[in-house]
């Protein structure tokens, strides 16, 4: 059974309305009328549509029979019956055509020597047929064609193929019957065999295709790759269409240095909850000797009034399984030791957000993140009451963690913050306080943390904050080309009396990035075991080039600095040096458009306290036309202990690029300019035909969840074979080219379908 559950046709052309769809008078009012476009009128109930004949000669006995010759026609409703012969018998209404014999049946044409049809019950056969679906494109020959009714056909020794080229089609399956049904949009393949190319790529005694867009059950598109690590793999996908809103694809899998591999994917969606369920299994990896596998499973219930639920459960065997074991084609370059396991209840309603969740991470690594065992949090929040904004956080969470070296215990912070934003036509100044309030009870005490240090106490520490800000504008012109510049200043202050947070634990804190958005926080960090002492400020300025007719962005730039005016003495880690939490920095950006296929953006984040630069980047896009896009980017992250002390220093160019008609080339290069080595690289080529397409591409890899001073790398082959109309699913390779080539647009040469109406005879 081969099916698929893409190759969705574009819209028909649209029908006129309105007075242009109105006919025009001929000959007077009770006369002829021109209509503009084939319409069709409902019958009431109880009427038969009239049958019409036309020919050269007519012989006929009043409601009896007729004799048609030499270009004959009957016409009954949306069914048409040609040939050079005709007879048409009133009382059984069965017509005989014969020479030159053509049958239409709702946009469906039959062509043959001889036809026996019965009109009303759209019934009869048609003998050595040519056919076409014309809202499909599918079409054939065959023996003997079987109408069973006006949507429901049998093919007799035939073939089907969707290709345009009649007289060579790239692909095309030949069995000894078929059965066509166009109100399912189903064909059944009995004995049957797929050749493409004239080679036969499948045999099996019942093949399942669809004959349009609809979503069908059956065989997907193959998939192969080679790699340096799974050898020749090969995956082929069978697609369950369960009901509209459910469906399964499970997917046998051969790896040549690995073994057999099954992988299941569910999904349902239904009006007040949805879900997705993916179990992967290896009963014996070859290289590992072990079994391996990997769990998904995510849930949404939506039980009204603004109440939820979510699940979110993933579970392997192995820290590698992911990059290892990848499904499909779209390979990952990365991976994580971390996955989530997580379970909760939600609430929404006006100022009231409430979540209650227990968390828990299956781990691989020395990772010190932490399980929530449970965690109730509830926020509220109020906007403009007097022209106050105001609000509060209330957070409860049990944290545990596997490890017997790491403190554990209980946690209770309330944050409660007041503000009163003035906004006026072109300036803005808001002042804002809040309160940082936490309380811990810990259940035991490890290394993280000094020695000696209580099991319960409690942090207090308040935060005053100055936002203000102010909008100029004006019309300038520059390259001939008219613009609306604006000028706008911003300055922000913030002071947080210093407070000693050196005993608490680090249950879920982190230091935050040092960048734009990060300029305007009251916290150096994120969580809430820590708030950072502050009494700084700090000052942006941002211009920015709009096109007045579009109210398109053009052209932006900034340039931001932010100066403490104490030194902060929080740190992360009480053995960590306070410069690395010194903010006195400066940020410079720029991001433009030249013309309509050309951008670039530019920043550049320059630590003052430290003297030297923490990051940069820059990069270009450029897409002069269809298929045509060429990207460079370069990036550079100073080593911090987020990146385990190892600096970013990469350069990438990825693009997308015809190279002849249908012909169109994919390319990425990730060069680490620090080790000297190429962290990933892809090259693919992707051809579209008519009626099919394939698509290679070569793969270099790297294995992020290895060691970062001994990463391990891979190659990869991947492979995809399309056929256009009987089995078109993009598993994975479209995805990965879209992945790597930001503006990647997929090459097709599908056409609009023609409407039934269109070659009417």
């Keep these: 059974m081969l099916c698929t559950a893409g190759y969705a046709p574009l819209a028909g052309h649209a029908q006129l309305s309105g007075a242009a769809a109105q006919a025009e008078s001929v000959d007077g009012v009770w006369g002829l009328r021109l209509a503009p476009q084939l319409t069709e009128q409902p019958m009431r109930a109880g009427e038969q549509p009239s049958v019409s004949a036309i020919a050269d000669s007519v012989t006929a006995t009043a409601d009896t029979d007729m004799s048609l010759k030499g270009h004959a026609q009957l016409r009954r409703g949306v069914s048409i019956v040609k040939g050079d012969a005709l007879h048409y018998d009133v009382d059984t209404d069965k017509a005989d055509a014969y020479g030159n014999v053509q049958l239409v049946q709702n946009g469906n044409v039959f062509d043959g020597p001889d036809a026996h049809v019965y009109l009303t019950a759209n019934e009869g056969y048609i003998s050595v047929p040519k056919y076409r679906f014309h809202l499909t494109g599918g079409w054939g020959s065959a023996r003997r064609v079987d109408l069973l009714d006006k949507e429901r056909s049998v093919v007799h020794h035939g073939t089907y193929s969707a290709c345009q080229c009649e007289s060579d089609p790239a692909w095309y399956v030949k069995a000894s019957e078929f059965d066509m049904d166009t109100g399912i949009d189903e064909g059944i393949a009995h004995n049957g065999v797929l050749f493409f190319q004239g080679v036969p790529l499948l045999a099996s005694p019942w093949l399942s295709f669809p004959l349009s867009g609809a979503r069908r059950s059956g065989l997907l598109p193959p998939t192969f790759s080679m790699s340096s690590t799974n050898g020749i793999d090969v995956a082929l996908p069978y697609y369950f269409n369960l009901a509209p809103n459910y469906d399964l694809t499970l997917t046998p899998r051969i790896m040549t ?165 003035i906004e006026r036509p072109g300036w803005f100044i808001t002042p804002k306080l809040a309160w940082h309030f936490a309380a811990y009870d810990l259940t035991s005490i490890g290394s993280d943390v000094p020695a000696g240090e209580p099991k319960s106490f409690s942090v207090n520490v308040p935060t005053f904050s100055l936002d203000s800000g102010m909008r100029f504008e004006r019309s300038v012109r520059l390259f001939g080309q008219s613009y609306i510049q604006t000028l706008e200043p911003r300055l922000f202050y913030v002071y947080t009396p210093y407070r000693n947070q050196s005993y608490v634990p680090l249950f879920d804190t982190a230091a935050a990035d040092f960048g734009l958005a990060e300029l305007f926080m009251e916290n150096s960090f994120v969580g809430n075991d820590r708030v950072s002492d502050a009494n700084r400020a700090t000052a942006a300025l941002t211009t920015r080039f709009i096109d007045p007719s579009s109210g398109d962005e053009r052209a932006r730039f900034v340039l931001a600095q932010q100066y403490d005016f104490r030194t902060p003495r929080v740190t992360l880690q009480s053995t960590d040096n306070i410069s690395t939490v010194a903010r006195t920095g400066i940020i410079l950006g720029a991001s433009y458009k030249v013309g309509s296929n050309l951008s670039a953006e530019q920043a550049v984040e320059y630590s003052q306290a430290n003297h030297y630069l923490t990051h940069a980047e820059a990069g270009f896009g450029w897409a002069p036309g269809a298929h045509e896009v060429l990207n460079m980017a370069y990036r550079y992250t100073r080593a911090n202990s987020t990146l385990d002390y190892q600096p970013v220093n990469q350069f990438i160019v990825s693009g997308q690029w015809p190279l002849a008609r249908n012909v169109v080339s994919v390319a990425r290069v990730n060069y680490d300019m620090s080790a000297h080595r190429l962290i990933a690289g892809l090259l693919g080529i992707q051809y579209d035909a008519n009626c099919w397409s394939l698509g290679v591409a070569f793969e270099k890899y790297t294995n992020a969840t290895s060691s970062a001073t001994s990463p391990s790398t891979g190659t990869r082959m991947l492979m995809q074979l399309q056929l256009k109309g009987f089995s078109q699913v993009d598993n994975g390779l479209l995805n990965q080219f879209r992945a790597n080539v930001p503006g990647y647009t997929p090459a097709s040469t599908v056409e609009e379908p023609v409407s039934r109406f269109s070659d009417y005879p």
């Design 257 to 421: 240095r690995r073994g057999a591999m099954l992988t299941a994917d569910y999904r349902y969606l239904r009006p007040n909850d949805s879900g997705s369920i993916s179990v992967a299994w290896l009963p014996h990896d070859a290289i590992t000797n072990t079994e391996r596998y990997s769990i998904a499973l995510k849930e949404n219930w939506d039980f009204g009034s603004g109440f939820g639920a979510y699940v979110n459960y993933n579970r392997v065997s192995d820290s590698t399984v992911v990059t290892d074991l990848a499904s499909g084609i779209a390979f990952p370059t990365g991976s994580t030791t971390l996955y989530q396991q997580e379970a909760g209840l939600t609430y929404s309603n006006g100022p009231w957000t409430v979540l209650a969740r227990e968390q828990r991470w299956q781990s691989f690594s020395s990772d010190s993140t932490y399980n929530r065992e449970p965690q109730v949090n509830v926020r509220y929040a109020r906007y403009n009451v007097g022209g106050f904004d105001f609000g509060a956080e209330a957070d409860a969470t049990r944290f545990t963690i596997s490890s017997s070296d790491m403190t554990q215990g209980n946690r209770f912070v309330f944050n409660p913050y007041v503000s009163y934003p």
